[in-house]
């Protein structure tokens, strides 16, 4: 058993429960440090998100460690608890994954950075502080670091994809006129005619193929001040 080591008027906390709380408040910091990018970005998995789903693996190991000192006297397995949590993540982070209008696949990095924080909460739960801080350092500056990258890389290449709206047709034959007379090869054209905003618009998903490194934003810009457009987003 634990011997009391903190006492306020008639609350008398031991050891074991000051750790609870400690651990508890730690991991709704680490937690909220990853959501907060994932909140920045307009993430449906935010900040709250990831603070209760740390604190919830965090109290899952707790929960363990307290039967085994005070229920079964010593007998326990943490590691089948540890299992249960990550495979209940699971389809927390299967929530966040979608499938949009143009077969474009969504939220496959919030349903990673869930797990991480679950394992990140597993970690703080068992007292491996030093991992838990490491990883959250790891995960906060490598996320940034690497979307800054992705962004670099993915808006000065050679191929695009994008979904296009507009409102005519005379709208779409400027737009293809336009890739002609910049050497831009449609690679392919494919119409998505449910995904309109409106009845009588017309919905495209092109691939283009440049031919060399190109800047996204020049062409996306160009396309942008086109009359008759009604949405444009890249894929």
Known sequence: MYETV???????LDSFQIST????VFAAVCGGLIGLERELKGRPAGLKTFSLVCVGATLAMITNEYISVYVSGGSGDAARMAAQVISGIGFLGAGT?????VNQIKGLTTAAALWVTAALGITIGTGFYFGAIAGTIVVYLFSGLFRMLDQTLSGNSRFMRICVEGTSEEFMMNLLDFFSRRDI???SLTRQADNCWY????CVMIALDFGHRQKHEVILDYIQKMEGLRFLEEL
């Open 21 to 24: 709380l400690m651990r508890l």
């Open 199 to 202: 009845k009588d618009d017309i």
């Open 97 to 101: 994954i979608i499938v949009t209008g």
């Open 6 to 12: 903190l006492k306020i008027g008639e609350l008398t």
């Open 185 to 187: 090869h449609v690679k």
